[in-house]
Structure formats: structure tokens, C-alpha cells
């Protein structure tokens, strides 16, 4: 069994910036892509950023510029650097990585339990 767990997440002013964490741990082989999803009242989850194992990022357009993502795979942990935040970044932030937890065993998607990021005007 993985458990993700999230930090960082608070209320900052529009323009500012915050740093969420994502720690995974459990039986853990290996993790290939970590990302991090977004929910805000009344919408839809959305991916926010993804990474891959070797580190290469993709991200949405709304965030392009403003979101870097990072990971340290000796610590099983994602980062999400937000800077330049707007209100409609408000929602709760959700990470997600693909784990094996063995050699020969077929990868499961895992999940935070989210935490809230809230962005005033």
C-alpha cells in the first residue's frame, strides 16, 4: 500500500506564491510520473502539472509560466513552486503519482487527500 501526503496549501494574496509537497511512502519500487491535480468549487479536477520519472515537466496552459514542478526521487517527493498566484487558482490540490511496488508488478495510481490552496483578490 502508497500513501501520499500533501503539504503547503494556505491562503496568500493574489500575486504571491506557495510551495506544496507531496511525500510518498509505503511499498514503493518504483514511481514513474507525480503530478498534481486541482479541484475548485463546482468544477471539474483538472491536471494542474505532471513529471515524469526522468524529470521532464508538462503543464497546463492556465499555469504555463507561473507553476514549476520538481521531484527528488531519492525522497519519493513532488514539489509544486506556484508563484504569481490569481484567485482562480484557488481549489484543493490534489497529488498523484503511478507506483510499482514490485519489479514485476503492474503500476497503480495513488492519491492525496488533497490540500486546499485559497488566493484572495
Known amino acids: 500500500q502508497v500513501q501520499l501526503l500533501e503539504s503547503g496549501g494556505g491562503l496568500v494574496q493574489a500575486g504571491g506564491s506557495l510551495r506544496l509537497s507531496c511525500a510518498a511512502s509505503g511499498r514503493i519500487f518504483s514511481i514513474n510520473a507525480m503530478g498534481w491535480y486541482r479541484q475548485a468549487p463546482g468544477k471539474q479536477r483538472e491536471l494542474v502539472a505532471v513529471i515524469t520519472s526522468g524529470g521532464s515537466p508538462n503543464y497546463a496552459d492556465s499555469v504555463k509560466g507561473r507553476f514549476t514542478i520538481s521531484r527528488d526521487n531519492a525522497k519519493n517527493t513532488v514539489y509544486l513552486q506556484m508563484n504569481s498566484l490569481k484567485p482562480d487558482d484557488t481549489a484543493v490540490y490534489f497529488c498523484?503519482?503511478?507506483?510499482?511496488?514490485?519489479?514485476?508488478?503492474?503500476?497503480?495510481?495513488?492519491w492525496g487527500q488533497g490540500t486546499q490552496v485559497t488566493v484572495s483578490s
Open positions: 498523484n503519482a503511478l507506483v510499482s511496488s514490485t519489479e514485476w508488478g503492474i503500476d497503480y495510481d495513488y
